[in-house]
């Protein structure tokens, strides 16, 4: 069983920054890749930003140029920095990786989920 923490959420107001934190209790280093989803109140889970194992990155294009995502392997943390945050930035915020399993010797993936952190950005 692998956890997912975020941390970091909060109220900011409009122009603000933030910095989320997700921490894994296992290694990072080969999972590829990780990403961060965002929840606004009453709509659908959607991507936010995701970064490969070799620290390629993708945005959506909501967030281009506001948002940073990045990894430290040796802390199994993945990070979202956010600037220039919008009201419509806010909403409850999860990381997401998939970690791999032996069951005798079947690998498998399995999905993972944080239990989310909120941001709420005050116009």
């Known amino acids: 069983q692998v956890q997912l923490v975020e941390s970091g959420g909060g109220l900011v107001q409009a122009g603000g920054s933030l910095r989320l934190s997700c921490v894994a209790s296992r290694n990072i280093s080969a999972i590829d890749p990780m990403k961060w989803y965002r929840q606004p109140p009453g709509k659908q889970r959607e991507l936010v930003a995701s970064?490969?194992?070799?620290?390629?990155?993708n945005y959506a294009d909501s967030v281009k140029g506001r948002f940073t995502i990045s990894r430290d392997a040796a802390k199994n943390t993945m990070y979202l920095q956010m600037k220039s945050l919008k009201p419509e930035d806010t909403g409850a915020y999860y990381c997401?990786?998939?970690?791999?399993?032996?069951?005798?010797?079947?690998?498998?993936?399995?999905?993972?989920w944080g239990q989310g952190t909120q941001v709420t950005v005050s116009s």
């Open positions: 970064i490969t194992k070799g620290g390629r990155t």
């Open positions: 997401n990786a998939q970690f791999g399993r032996y069951s005798g010797t079947r690998y498998s993936l399995d999905d993972y």
